[in-house]
């Protein structure tokens, strides 16, 4: 009986894909993980609830870098 489970090898790289978290379109932080940027996200939300909190992906950390410059924003 084989494994069910992909060889790391096999497997899609996760490390290209980064979350941001922004407030009012502005970049306030940069995660690896979605479960980490969605925390971060609701404890700006109690701490600020007039603003706009957002979480958005991105896939590779290029385009992290373009982001977190305020050059795209999607």
């Known amino acids: ?6 060889s790391a090898i096999a497997m899609p ?4 894909e980064h979350f941001v ?5 502005q970049v306030k932080s940069q995660h690896r993980r ?3 940027a969605v925390i971060a996200g609701l404890l700006l939300r ?4 007039q603003h706009d909190i957002k979480v958005r992906e991105t896939q590779t950390s290029a385009h992290v870098d373009e982001v977190m ?3 795209v924003v999607h």
Not at 1 to 6: D, I, N, R, S, V
Not at 21 to 25: A, E, F, N, T, V
Not at 46 to 49: A, E, S
């Open 21 to 25: 978290l922004q407030m009012d379109g």
């Open 34 to 36: 979605f479960v980490d």
């Open 46 to 49: 109690y701490q600020f609830p």
């Open 69 to 71: 410059q305020g050059t």
């Open 13 to 16: 790289s996760l490390s290209d």
């Open 1 to 6: 009986m084989g494994c069910l489970m992909k």
